[in-house]
């Protein structure tokens, strides 16, 4: 019963053995002889991945400056270029769940529950106005599969609000004076 010790697994040992051969080939392999990933590469390819989410074809054109918008001031009223940012803004963060063109039609939203808001369409749960979105932004939608990105840069969450706002077919009109009043103390 008690057998010869020096075969007692074995076989654990050679797994053991080969698995650590293997692991330090492949760390001298990616330290001395993988050339690694270009950035620029990397970069050059993004403008192409992101009009393929929006679904545009890449133009040969080079990359499409982007307004800076961190120093403005009044990012809560609407300018052409807050509204270009958000269409960047929102292909980078909310494209994924509401689709390239707000249609609640993205890859991840397929396995959501509840599906991922129309932006089209508009039916809101809450305000459909800019204060009622941004606070939808920042806050999220309890009991829902919208998350809050309340991380994201004030004027960058503003930007999505023109931006969602510009798509609708269902736009709630703004309470000027609520929005002159609550919006610059937003965070």
């Given at each position: 019963m008690r057998g010869d010790q020096n075969d007692y697994n074995k076989g654990g040992m050679i797994a053991f053995v080969f698995s650590m051969?293997?692991?330090?080939?492949?760390?001298?392999?990616?330290s001395f002889i993988h050339k690694g990933v270009d950035l620029k590469e990397v970069a050059e390819a993004q403008p192409e991945l992101e009009q393929t989410l929006a679904g545009t074809e890449a133009a040969p054109a080079g990359p499409k400056k982007i307004a800076d918008i961190a120093g403005v001031q009044t990012a809560w009223i609407s300018t052409p270029e807050l509204v270009e940012h958000g269409a960047a803004a929102y292909t980078t963060n909310c494209a994924m769940c509401h689709g390239p063109k707000g249609m609640g039609d993205g890859p991840a939203g397929a396995a959501l529950v509840p599906k991922p808001r129309n932006l089209v369409e508009g039916k809101w749960a809450k305000s459909g106005?800019?204060?009622?979105?941004?606070?939808?932004?920042?806050?999220?939608?309890?009991?829902t599969s919208m998350a809050p990105f309340g991380h994201l840069p004030v004027n960058e969450r503003w930007a999505i609000v023109h931006y969602i706002r510009s798509i609708t077919q269902n736009k709630v009109a703004d309470n000027e004076a609520a929005l002159k009043t609550k919006a610059p103390s937003l965070k």
């Open positions: 051969v293997f692991t330090l080939l492949f760390f001298v392999y990616v106005d800019s204060l009622g979105l941004f606070d939808t932004l920042k806050n999220g939608l309890p009991g």
